[in-house]
């Protein structure tokens, strides 16, 4: 296991260096200028190549990549070229609402996911399973912004039970917090409430297949037992890492959510820092999105040993 680790965190600095590489080049080369969005179309040329200067816009991108990436590699993620803070203080500031949110999504789709994907397995072949297999097709073709747009029409517009739009924080009031992240956590978990009941009402049917379950019935074990204690709990390791893998892609994909509901999180903070090409704050904030992303789903192959230790660092069954 420690040899595990190791390897796996050494191999984080070469994806750290490939996605710096990528995120910086597609920054740089694309199109605008925080220089010109900074002075005004109205600059003149001598201001412009003043402040080009002073911000070090005007050397080669090679010395630019190396500079700023010898600084990430010392703990220096760079500061705004906008805002009076750094980058790593303006992600711990909106990182917040969007952990809330994730993990307000991920508690949503865990529940509903497993529940009805023993139901759907419990169910096999009837209505009840036609109908929640019907409903995991429409979440996983849906868009998540576009059901974050249904609910809003209907349970904040017609109904009046949401808001519309906005995010209170937990230190103000946090039944008020939950409140405001309902919709969108529904919006965000849907689709992984959808795979979670695919993958559990698949899991599950097969493990209803094994040996041990006919020997568990043949003894006369009620059927809720062998569903839930038996059947299910086999079932755990497939769906324990389909959920890790969906926790890191909804704290890396809520950037269309937060944009649709009016919520101040770590998406709202790259969109706005690409409408105003503020260079640091986009690299820095993708970069540490990367280093989540990356240890989320260490930890998820670090749990899955843990609750089965049958299974080997490598990914096999120990012998």
Known sequence: MKWFLFHRIMALLPVLFVVSLVVFCLVHLAPGDPVMVILGNDASPQDIATLRQQMGLDRPLLVQFVRWFGAVLSGDLGHSLFLNASVSELFLQHLAPTLALALYAQAIALVLGLASGVISAWQHGRFADRAIRALATFGMS????????????????????????????????????????????????????????????????????????NTARAKGVPERTVLLRHTLKNALIPVLTICGESFASLVTGTIVIESVFGIPGVGSLIVDSIERRDFTVIQGVVLLITVCYVLINLAVDVLSYVVDPRLSVEGGERS
Request: charged share 10%; hydrophobic share 60%; proline share 4%.
């Open 142 to 213: 849906v868009p998540g912004f576009l059901l974050g747009l249904f609910l809003i029409f209907f349970f904040a517009v017609q109904l009046r039970w949401f808001p519309v739009v906005g995010y209170r924080s937990t230190n103000d009031d946090w039944l008020q917090n939950v409140w405001y992240l309902t919709l969108p956590a529904i919006a965000l978990g849907f689709r992984i409430a959808a795979l979670i009941s695919r993958m559990t009402r698949a899991v599950m049917l097969d493990v209803l297949q094994e040996n041990f379950i």
